[in-house]
């Protein structure tokens, strides 16, 4: 894939230091803290009992950095693929 190839040759590392992926890039463009939204207590792939009322979701929370359009553009894609 293009963008993975580019982001690894430039040197450029995720959180935890790896080379990117296709997972790393795929969480990237569905974190939707990059549109100002703030999502607490989700839970994580090993801990599932969570329930969904205990999700606490905030607009706004923090300083978007992607437009909410193009985020959007961009999920209906990956579903699309």
């Known amino acids: 894939m293009y963008i993975i ?4 040759l430039r040197g450029y590392k995720t959180k935890k230091g790896n ?8 969480e990237i463009l569905k974190n939707e803290k990059y ?3 703030y999502i607490f207590n989700k839970g994580t ?3 599932h009992r969570i329930q969904k009322d205990d999700v606490i979701v905030i607009n706004n929370a ?3 950095i992607v437009d909410k359009n193009l985020f959007e553009e ?8």
């Open 5 to 8: 190839d580019e982001l690894n």
């Open 19 to 26: 080379n990117f992926t296709k997972n790393s890039l795929h």
């Open 35 to 37: 549109i100002g939204k």
């Open 45 to 47: 792939k090993h801990n």
């Open 62 to 64: 923090i300083p978007a």
């Open 74 to 81: 961009v999920q209906k894609k990956m579903e699309r693929a």
